[in-house]
């Protein structure tokens, strides 16, 4: 590294000292969460204004310099450092927040242009001092703080393109190049004095990754932690990155930085930018910044867009709670950010969601393991140890025919490709690096995200250099032991991976159940607590194992496999289970139809046990449903280790069965594959659809149709019956998403053969006195299922039936952005949009996209359809959103017609809108009524009618002790004592009271049965110990505030522990009654009174979900849900024991009651235990602080989940309330006026605190109000 003497040192005196990093964080942080930032403006734009010449950019330090230096704008940090200083602090008085320093180029590889590569330290150092100095002279004047960002910029070089078309798998620069060119700016820009890293520009992720990598190994080598910004650049309206990448994708494949922000700049002008960034804004959990041009340059390369103009449309962002920093990038100015600060400083930050923990990956376009998905299938065909072809191919060096390999596996519907080189014959670092290159110049390929598959270090970290998406490691392990497993690790999430963990470790790998769990386990220990890696980032491989290969030992191998990932997923929380399915059917190679079947049937039984990922050929897989009933006997046998019925060995009775399914030359074979081609036409095309069948669905349609009255009635029919059942199928995990698009192949060939029937049939109908000269449509239409969505059989089913009918229809396909549809419909003058999608998530979409048509100042129809949507939905979340236009549901196709003429009719338009909206008010006031129909209170009020305590003639009762006390292994027959059974009934669906069920006329002999059978169990699990009930409960002295219950450190009240806040009815009242909070029941503070709360956590034991396991292994389900049930009363059972330990003894408050365990039922004693997440305290965050009293984890073996649920299962938690005259009630819904003191007192974000209070609002969230005003 360069250190040359610094032209600054005379004006700045020494480097400055490493700068704190957490404090800058806290302190960004705390300023993001008050207002919107400012970022500064451009550079260039400014340098432009001062017209340098040559001589100016050399200066005296560079003039002999051989190369020429104009264009070179980061020199002159060092030969012009006044005039960039005082660029600097303009930018500051014009309001900016944070100063960006001039170093966009300022990398080696980039300053190799200007000969300039020594000078690259010395830049970055000064650079980052010029900007301190500028913000320290504007602190001077106003006192407000600036922070300075050191930016990087994306050097002129991409890793993920090559710059030869002619040779794609070519690269000019590498990984390491940039990783190293990186660490020398970083080392620069710190010694300087950044606050801030800023990644900015990016329009090739991979080179990103390289500067958020180089940035990871100088933090730690420097002992210091900046806040990283991050900055993507959309380059054209296409919505991608020049590197191909949706936002989103982007977003995947770098929020392992965990920036300070995500975001976007340069390129486009706010306006185009806007649906990229609200695309940005609608996924990232972290703050969202936004710099964009002053517009597109003009002709002669000025940017046209005033500061008013600009301010303007970046206000919009503002408004709409997209943004958290605002600034300018080229052709921007001083007065430009002076407009946009102005424009948005009375508008609040965008409250940053929280977002479900689920795999996040990408490739070209964004993969998420949503719940939605039941099954994600890894392409297997681009691994030479599993695919003979591609080992072949790649062997020989035909890189051109291994690539249509991998196109074959997307288009076959994996999800993933896995990809590996491990072939002794090649050099298989090479090998991947060129694969992986070549893949990178394939769309449809590299659209989705890659498995980099090895069993050496070496080429997974070569292959991870190579990959700009978010990928997955296949595989690191624990057979080298802990150290080299958390290294490997660590840099795994260093290059922004996730992880597949194979079930292997010092002793070799696991082979049975109890291995599998122990390895996994302490893998997931180390890499969540060790290496820093999201649980949800985690794949667990407990390995598949050939079966059926007559060795004794092997026979149990498929049902280890499937208990353990049951077990895995059960005590895991978030992990994700995969294998090598083709492993399982190995003694069968050769066996396509008996290999077919077993993956089958053992995906069938792993899927419902956990496993949500499999390495498979996605083009061969069978439907469980439909193979042979004798074969599917057979693997049943044989996956679940069972003895045939009819006697033998399950290994024998399928080895007898090969011979006959082996390949397809057999006559019996062929005579089975046919015997359905005898049935009726409709069971027919159903079979060809769910089976992917083409071969004969032509023929089949067409007799259909010859017996149909229109060719429209056959789709209507027979087709749409079998594409129901196909979704039947899918829905219950018997089909996986291969199947479904080869289903939905078949429908469209059959669709398509149909086709110019239905167009004769049209022309027929004009031949009846139309006039059929120049063809008149009726109307143009454009038609997209929305962005995140694949489903469109619905869509072009209702395209091809209005097309029949004299519309032209404009079918944008799948997975639609808002903002192409938009402008398709603008440029091609539309006169109706119809949106489709199937996932819930698609609704969401459908209601931006038509907020989005209301901004934008449409007014033409907007249709909504598909199998998610309804007529409440969009007359209640739609509807209200695009007022300027109308919004219909339409159910199906064959009411599309009718709704369309309605809409472009002169005649019938206005009456038809006017019912609609008459309707749609009708339904969303119905819908509101049942949602909250009473009359409420402001808070004011409502507080004002809080229950009122006489304090004055009470002394609240001190606990035993202050503190916590916990409990291990209770006994289980004294809790036995407690339970309430009516519970347990109603978990098996039987409604009634206990013991009145046991004699109801109806319900009485299976309720006796059942109450039996628990009984029996419920001997065993007292007699052998099955559960050991943990608990906690603590005690601190309290008083109210307002709403708030303050918990102190002692009983002098000398310091604030922790504070509980309530929810308050706000329901009007009759008859005299309270409007109540929980802290109604706890004294005030300035009452004099010294009162106290306690709080409890307790659960029946971890041990239930092994037990369950164990009765599910021996197929019992019956008991495995029986004891999961009595767990739970377990549970419920030790809360009201302990609550009466704490009346009568721990807090002894009512040392004297004498009811039986059967009378507490109804709860008759003093004081009440409620619990968070329930209706006297429907907000389930507060068990965060309930938890943290507690220290739940430890104490109790109880923790949270993202979602504040408690895991185990069967516990309970919540706190105690001493005072006679506490009570049990709901909050009910809540006004506004609550939710937002509420807010301000948590110290929450407003939208925030609305999504958790959901359910209990009484009005419509701001964004939704806003949007409908």
Same mark, same amino acid.
């Given at each position: 590294m360069s250190q040359n003497p610094s032209s600054l040192d005379d004006l700045f005196g020494p480097v400055a000292a490493k700068p704190d990093g957490s404090e800058v964080l806290a302190a960004l942080t705390a300023a993001a969460r008050e207002r919107i930032l400012i970022l500064d403006g451009a550079m260039g734009t400014q340098i432009q204004g001062l017209g340098f010449d040559e001589n100016h950019f050399r200066g005296d330090k560079f003039a002999e310099c051989a190369c020429h230096q104009q264009g070179n704008n980061d020199l002159l940090i060092l030969t012009q450092p006044k005039a960039i200083e005082e660029i600097h602090y303009q930018y500051a008085i014009a309001g900016a927040d944070i100063l960006e320093t001039n170093t966009f180029s300022s990398t080696s590889i980039a300053q190799a242009d200007y000969g300039m590569e020594d000078a690259v330290y010395a830049l970055n150092r000064d650079g980052a001092r010029l900007v301190r100095r500028a913000a320290a002279r504007a602190e001077q004047e106003d006192g407000k703080r600036r922070f300075v960002a050191g930016a990087l910029g994306p050097t002129n070089r991409t890793t993920s393109m090559s710059p030869d078309v002619n040779n794609p798998g070519y690269r000019a620069v590498t990984f390491d190049d940039l990783r190293l060119a990186y660490r020398e700016q970083l080392h620069g820009l710190i010694d300087g004095g950044a606050d801030i890293i800023l990644i900015e520009t990016i329009f090739d992720t991979l080179n990103a990754k390289a500067a958020i990598f180089a940035a990871e190994e100088i933090f730690l080598e420097k002992d210091v932690r900046l806040p990283v910004m991050i900055s993507g650049t959309i380059t054209d309206l296409s919505g991608r990155t020049l590197s191909g990448q949706t936002p989103t994708a982007f977003w995947h494949s770098v929020r392992h930085a965990n920036p300070f922000t995500i975001g976007l700049n340069c390129a486009l002008g706010a306006k185009a930018m806007r649906a990229h960034l609200d695309e940005i804004s609608g996924v990232a959990d972290t703050f969202v910044c936004a710099y964009p041009n002053a517009g597109l340059p003009n002709e002669f390369g000025q940017y046209d867009e005033s500061p008013e103009f600009m301010a303007a449309q970046i206000e919009d962002f503002a408004r709409d709670g997209l943004v958290n920093i605002v600034g300018g990038c080229c052709g921007s100015t001083p007065d430009h950010i002076r407009a946009i600060a102005q424009a948005v400083k009375k508008y609040p930050p965008r409250a940053v969601p929280d977002i479900e923990p689920q795999m996040r990956l990408s490739g070209l376009e964004p993969f998420t393991l949503t719940d939605e998905i039941p099954f994600v299938n890894v392409g297997e065909r681009t691994n030479v140890t599993g695919s003979a072809k591609f080992r072949k191919l790649i062997t020989a060096g035909d890189y051109a025919a291994a690539l249509e390999i991998a196109r074959d596996q997307v288009a076959n519907g994996a999800q993933i490709i896995d990809i590996n080189m491990d072939e002794g014959l090649i050099d298989s670092k090479q090998a991947m690096v060129c694969y992986l290159n070549l893949i990178a110049a394939e769309p449809d390929i590299a659209r989705v995200p890659v498995m980099i598959d090895s069993s050496k270090w070496e080429i997974i970290e070569a292959g991870l250099k190579c990959v700009q998406g978010k990928p997955l490691v296949n595989s690191i392990s624990m057979k080298e032991g802990e150290e080299a497993f958390l290294h490997h690790a660590k840099l795994v999430r260093a290059y922004g991976a996730a992880v597949v963990v194979m079930a292997f470790d010092e002793d070799g790998q696991a082979d049975t159940q109890a291995r599998k769990v122990e390895i996994c386990t302490r893998a997931y220990r180390l890499l969540t607590e060790q290496a820093g890696f999201p649980p949800e980032d985690i794949v667990f491989d407990p390995n598949i194992f050939a079966i059926a290969t007559g060795i004794d030992e092997h026979d149990n191998y498929g049902v280890d496999f499937i208990e353990a990932a049951r077990q895995i997923t059960a005590t895991l929380p978030h992990v994700h289970i995969s294998g090598g399915v083709s492993n399982l059917s190995f003694s069968f190679r050769g066996n396509e139809p008996v290999r077919e079947a077993m993956h089958a049937v053992f995906l069938y039984h792993a899927i419902q046990a956990g496993m949500d990922m499999g390495i498979v050929n996605a083009g061969q897989l069978a439907v469980y449903d439909t193979i042979d009933p004798e074969l599917r006997e057979a693997c049943e046998d044989v996956v679940n280790n069972r003895q045939p019925k009819g006697g033998g060995s399950a290994t024998e009775r399928i080895l007898e069965l090969a011979e006959r399914f082996r390949g397809t030359a057999g006559k019996e074979a062929q005579e089975r594959d046919l015997a359905w081609r005898d049935w009726p036409v409709e069971p027919r095309i159903s079979h060809a659809l769910v089976n992917g069948i083409t071969e004969f669905i032509d023929q089949d349609t067409d007799e259909a149709r010859r017996a149909a009255l229109r060719p429209l009635h056959v789709i209507e029919g027979p087709l749409m019956a079998g594409m129901n059942v196909v979704g039947d199928l899918?829905?219950?995990?018997?089909?996986?998403?291969?199947?479904?698009?080869?289903?939905?192949?078949?429908?469209?060939?059959?669709?398509? !053969?149909? /086709?110019?029937?239905?167009?004769?049939?049209?022309?027929?109908?004009?031949?009846?006195?139309?006039?059929?000269?120049?063809?008149?449509?009726?109307?143009?239409?454009?038609?997209?299922?929305?962005?995140?969505?694949?489903?469109?059989? !619905?869509?072009?089913?209702?395209?091809?039936?209005?097309?029949?009918?004299?519309?032209?229809?404009?079918? /944008?396909?799948?997975?639609?952005? #808002?903002?192409?549809? /938009?402008?398709? #419909?603008?440029?091609?003058?539309?006169?109706?949009?119809?949106?489709?999608?199937?996932?819930?998530?698609?609704?969401?979409?459908?209601?931006?996209?038509?907020?989005?048509?209301?901004?934008?100042?449409?007014?033409?129809?907007?249709?909504?359809?598909?199998?998610?949507?309804?007529?409440?939905?969009?007359?209640?979340?739609?509807?209200?959103?695009?007022?300027?236009?109308?919004?219909?549901?339409?159910?199906?196709?064959?009411?599309?017609?009718?709704?369309?003429?309605?809409?472009?009719?002169?005649?019938?338009?206005? !009456?038809?809108?006017?019912?609609?909206?008459?309707?749609?008010?009708?339904?969303?006031?119905?819908?509101?009524?049942?949602?909250?129909?009473?009359?409420?209170?402001?808070?004011?009020?409502?507080?004002?009618?809080?229950?009122?305590?006489?304090?004055?003639?009470?002394?609240?009762?001190?606990?035993?002790?202050?503190? /916590?006390?916990?409990?291990?292994?209770?006994?289980?027959?004294?809790?036995a004592r407690y339970i309430d059974w009516t519970p347990f009934f109603q978990t098996w669906e039987l409604k009634g009271r206990f013991p009145k069920i046991l004699d109801d006329e109806a319900q009485g002999p299976a309720a006796r049965q059942l109450f039996d059978d628990a009984q029996a169990m419920l001997k065993m699990i007292i007699a052998e110990k099955w559960f050991a009930p943990r608990g906690v409960i603590g005690f601190w002295p309290a008083n109210t505030v307002g709403d708030d219950i303050r918990l102190f450190t002692d009983d002098a009240r000398s310091r604030e522990l922790a504070t509980f806040f309530t929810l308050r009815q706000q329901l009007t009242k009759r008859d005299g009654k309270a409007n109540v909070a929980l802290s109604d029941f706890v004294a005030p503070l300035d009452s004099g009174k010294a009162d106290y709360l306690g709080g409890f956590i307790v659960t029946a034991g971890i041990e239930e979900a092994a037990i369950a396991e164990r009765f599910e292994r021996a197929n019992d389900d019956y008991s495995s849900i029986m004891v999961k049930a009595l767990a739970d009363r377990f549970a419920e059972a030790f809360a009201e024991r302990l609550h009466e330990k704490v009346r009568k003894e721990f807090w002894a408050y009512a040392p004297d009651e004498d009811l039986a365990p059967d009378e507490l039922i109804g709860e008759p004693y003093r004081g009440i235990r409620p619990a968070p997440g329930y209706p006297a305290q429907p907000d389930h965050t507060e068990k965060a602080t309930l938890f943290r009293l507690l220290d739940g984890e430890r104490n109790a073996g109880v923790s949270l989940t993202e979602s504040f649920a408690m895991w185990p299962g069967s516990s309970v938690s919540g706190i105690y309330l001493s005072h006679p005259e506490s009570y049990y009630f709901g909050v009910a819904k809540v006004e506004r006026d609550q939710v937002e003191d509420y807010a301000r007192r948590k110290a929450m974000p407003l939208a925030e605190v609305e999504r958790w209070l959901g359910p209990i609002l009484n009005y419509v969230p701001t964004p939704f109000a806003e949007a409908a005003q």
């Open positions: 899918f829905g219950a995990g018997k089909m996986f998403l291969p199947q479904v698009v080869k289903s939905a192949r078949v429908m469209k060939q059959a669709v398509a !053969g149909l /086709l110019p029937h239905m167009e004769a049939e049209k022309l027929a109908n004009a031949a009846k006195g139309v006039d059929t000269g120049e063809r008149q449509i009726a109307g143009k239409i454009l038609m997209a299922t929305v962005k995140g969505d694949v489903h469109d059989i !619905g869509k072009n089913i209702v395209g091809v039936v209005l097309a029949c009918n004299n519309y032209e229809i404009i079918d /944008l396909g799948v997975m639609v952005p #808002a903002a192409k549809i /938009l402008q398709t #419909a603008r440029e091609l003058k539309v006169d109706i949009i119809g949106l489709s999608g199937l996932i819930t998530p698609s609704l969401d979409e459908m209601a931006h996209m038509a907020a989005e048509m209301e901004r934008e100042g449409f007014d033409i129809p907007l249709l909504i359809g598909g199998a998610t949507t309804s007529r409440v939905h969009t007359a209640v979340k739609i509807h209200p959103r695009y007022i300027s236009g109308q919004t219909v549901y339409v159910a199906d196709a064959s009411r599309a017609v009718g709704v369309v003429s309605a809409l472009l009719s002169n005649e019938t338009r206005g !009456g038809y809108v006017d019912n609609v909206r008459a309707e749609y008010k009708k339904v969303a006031d119905a819908h509101a009524r049942s949602e909250a129909d009473k009359q409420r209170l402001p808070l004011a009020k409502a507080r004002a009618n809080a229950h009122r305590i006489d304090w004055s003639a009470y002394v609240p009762p001190k606990p035993s002790f202050l503190g /916590l006390k916990t409990f291990e292994a209770w006994d289980l027959a004294e809790l």
